[in-house]
C-alpha cells in the first residue's frame, strides 16, 4: 500500500509517500480502508524530532476516516462496510483526568493514518456522523477531540460565560469556536490577521483582536468585560496579554507549547481572582464519543481549508508550513 512515511527525525529530506507492506488485523483488531485524513502541527514537529517519545521509522498522521474491510479474530461490534472514523490515540487508560504510561497517539509510536490502509483495535472505531463526508470526519479526531476535552471537561465550560480562544484559524482553536458557540457562550478570539478574524466572526465569534498588535493587552478586558474560560496553545505570548482581563474564578486551559515554553505572569493575578491554569491533552474514549455526539446534535463540521492526494502528501505538509492560515488539510486516498 501507499503510506506517507518518515524515514528519520532530520527534516523534510527524510519524508516520503512509498509503498509499505499492507497491515492485517489481529486479534481484537480491525482494518480500515482510509478514505481521508487530516495533517496537525504534530506531524511538522515529529519531522524534526521535536515531539516526546520519538520513534521512527513511522507511517505519519493520526487522523482518520474510512471503510472497514477486514475484521480479526474475536471482534464484534464491527462489520466489513462499516463507514467509520477513528479514536487518533491507543492505551488511555481508566483514569478520565490523565492518560496511562503506555498512552500514544496513531501516527508514532503507532502506525498512522496517512496511508491506504490503517489496523486499529476495534474500541476506536466510532460511528462516521451521516452529514459529513469522509473528508470532513477524517478532519475531525485530533483537534476536534483536544478542543473539545479542554473546553468542557477540563474548563468545564457553561452556556452564558465568556471565552477568549487564542489564535483561531488552528484547528484545535477553530473547533473550539464551533463547540463554545454551539453551547452558547460568548466567544472572542485573537487572530494573525483581519481576514483570520473576519472568518472568525461569520462563525459567530462576538469581537476579536489581532495577536500581532503589542497593544492587544490593554483592549482585552475591555472588549471582553471578563474572561471566565481561556483556550490557549501557545501561552508563552499570549498569557501575559490577557490574564489582568480574566474573572475571578476563571479557567485557564492549556493544551500546547506552539509558540515556547517559557511564560511569564504575576502570580497575584492568578490567586487573587481564585482562577486556575490546567493542562489538557488530547481526550479519552469518552472524551470522543462525547465530542461526535455534540457534533452531530449541532451539525458542526470542520472547516477544511485544502484537500491533496495521497501521491501529495509531502506537498501537504509543507502547505501546513508554509501557507495554512485557517481551518484543516486533509489528504485524501
Same mark, same amino acid.
Given at each position: 500500500?501507499?503510506?506517507?512515511?518518515?524515514?528519520?527525525?532530520?527534516?523534510?529530506?527524510?519524508?516520503?509517500?512509498?509503498?509499505?507492506?499492507?497491515?492485517?488485523?489481529?486479534?481484537?483488531?480491525?482494518?480500515?480502508?482510509?478514505?481521508?485524513?487530516?495533517?496537525?502541527?504534530?506531524?511538522?514537529?515529529?519531522?524534526?524530532?521535536?515531539?516526546?517519545?520519538?520513534?521512527?521509522?513511522?507511517?505519519?498522521?493520526?487522523?482518520?476516516?474510512?471503510?472497514?474491510?477486514?475484521?480479526?479474530?474475536?471482534?464484534?461490534?464491527?462489520?466489513?462496510?462499516?463507514?467509520?472514523?477513528?479514536?487518533?490515540?491507543?492505551?488511555?487508560?481508566?483514569?478520565?483526568?490523565?492518560?496511562?504510561?503506555?498512552?500514544?497517539?496513531?501516527?508514532?509510536?503507532?502506525?498512522?493514518?496517512?496511508?491506504?490502509?490503517?489496523?486499529?483495535?476495534?474500541? #476506536?472505531?466510532?460511528?462516521?456522523?451521516?452529514?459529513?463526508?469522509?473528508?470532513?470526519?477524517?478532519?475531525?479526531?485530533?483537534?476536534?477531540?483536544?478542543?473539545?476535552?479542554?473546553?468542557?471537561?477540563?474548563?468545564?465550560?457553561?452556556?452564558?460565560?465568556?471565552?477568549?480562544?487564542?489564535?483561531?484559524?488552528?484547528?484545535?482553536?477553530?473547533?473550539?469556536?464551533?463547540?463554545?458557540?454551539?453551547?452558547?457562550? #460568548?466567544?472572542?478570539?485573537?487572530?494573525?490577521?483581519?481576514?483570520?478574524?473576519?472568518?472568525?466572526?461569520?462563525?459567530?465569534?462576538?469581537?476579536? %483582536?489581532?495577536?500581532?498588535?503589542?497593544?492587544?493587552?490593554?483592549?482585552?478586558?475591555?472588549?471582553?468585560?471578563?474572561?471566565?474560560?481561556?483556550?490557549?496553545?501557545?501561552?508563552?505570548?499570549?498569557?501575559? #496579554?490577557?490574564?489582568?482581563?480574566? #474573572?475571578?474564578?476563571?479557567?485557564?486551559?492549556?493544551?500546547?507549547?506552539?509558540?515556547?515554553?517559557?511564560?511569564?505572569?504575576?502570580?497575584?493575578? %492568578?490567586?487573587?481572582?481564585?482562577?486556575?491554569?490546567?493542562?489538557?491533552?488530547?481526550?479519552?474514549?469518552?472524551?470522543?464519543?462525547?465530542?461526535?455526539?455534540?457534533?452531530?446534535?449541532?451539525?458542526?463540521?470542520?472547516?477544511?481549508?485544502?484537500?491533496?492526494?495521497?501521491?501529495?502528501?509531502?506537498?501537504?505538509?509543507?502547505?501546513?508550513?508554509?501557507?495554512?492560515?485557517?481551518?484543516?488539510?486533509?489528504?485524501?486516498?
Amino acid at each position: 500500500m501507499k503510506a506517507l512515511y518518515l524515514d528519520q527525525a532530520d527534516g523534510f529530506d527524510s519524508v516520503s509517500v512509498r509503498d509499505v507492506p499492507t497491515p492485517t488485523a489481529g486479534t481484537g483488531e480491525v482494518r480500515v480502508a482510509l478514505k481521508a485524513a487530516s495533517l496537525n502541527h504534530r506531524e511538522l514537529f515529529i519531522v524534526h524530532g521535536q515531539y516526546p517519545g520519538m520513534t521512527v521509522p513511522t507511517i505519519m498522521g493520526c487522523d482518520g476516516a474510512g471503510i472497514v474491510d477486514q475484521v480479526g479474530e474475536g471482534v464484534t461490534g464491527a462489520k466489513v462496510g462499516d463507514e467509520v472514523v477513528l479514536y487518533p490515540a491507543r492505551n488511555w487508560g481508566a483514569d478520565r483526568h490523565a492518560p496511562a504510561a503506555d498512552f500514544g497517539l496513531l501516527g508514532m509510536p503507532f502506525p498512522g493514518t496517512i496511508a491506504e490502509h490503517v489496523c486499529v483495535p476495534v474500541d #476506536n472505531l466510532a460511528s462516521k456522523p451521516a452529514f459529513m463526508s469522509f473528508e470532513e470526519a477524517g478532519a475531525m479526531p485530533l483537534t476536534a477531540l483536544t478542543s473539545w476535552r479542554a473546553l468542557m471537561f477540563k474548563g468545564r465550560l457553561k452556556a452564558g460565560e465568556t471565552v477568549l480562544i487564542s489564535g483561531v484559524g488552528g484547528g484545535v482553536a477553530t473547533f473550539g469556536l464551533a463547540f463554545a458557540v454551539a453551547k452558547g457562550a #460568548n466567544v472572542y478570539v485573537t487572530g494573525e490577521s483581519e481576514e483570520v478574524l473576519k472568518r472568525a466572526y461569520d462563525m459567530g465569534a462576538k469581537g476579536g %483582536l489581532l495577536f500581532t498588535d503589542p497593544e492587544w493587552r490593554r483592549q482585552i478586558g475591555k472588549l471582553t468585560g471578563g474572561v471566565d474560560v481561556v483556550l490557549d496553545g501557545a501561552p508563552s505570548p499570549s498569557l501575559p #496579554n490577557y490574564i489582568r482581563a480574566i #474573572n475571578p474564578g476563571a479557567r485557564i486551559v492549556i493544551y500546547g507549547s506552539t509558540a515556547g515554553n517559557d511564560v511569564k505572569f504575576n502570580a497575584t493575578d %492568578l490567586f487573587l481572582k481564585s482562577a486556575s491554569i490546567v493542562g489538557s491533552q488530547v481526550g479519552d474514549p469518552q472524551d470522543f464519543k462525547d465530542m461526535l455526539a455534540f457534533a452531530r446534535e449541532h451539525k458542526i463540521k470542520p472547516v477544511i481549508e485544502r484537500t491533496f492526494p495521497l501521491a501529495e502528501a509531502k506537498e501537504a505538509l509543507l502547505h501546513l508550513r508554509d501557507a495554512h492560515s485557517f481551518g484543516k488539510t486533509v489528504v485524501v486516498m
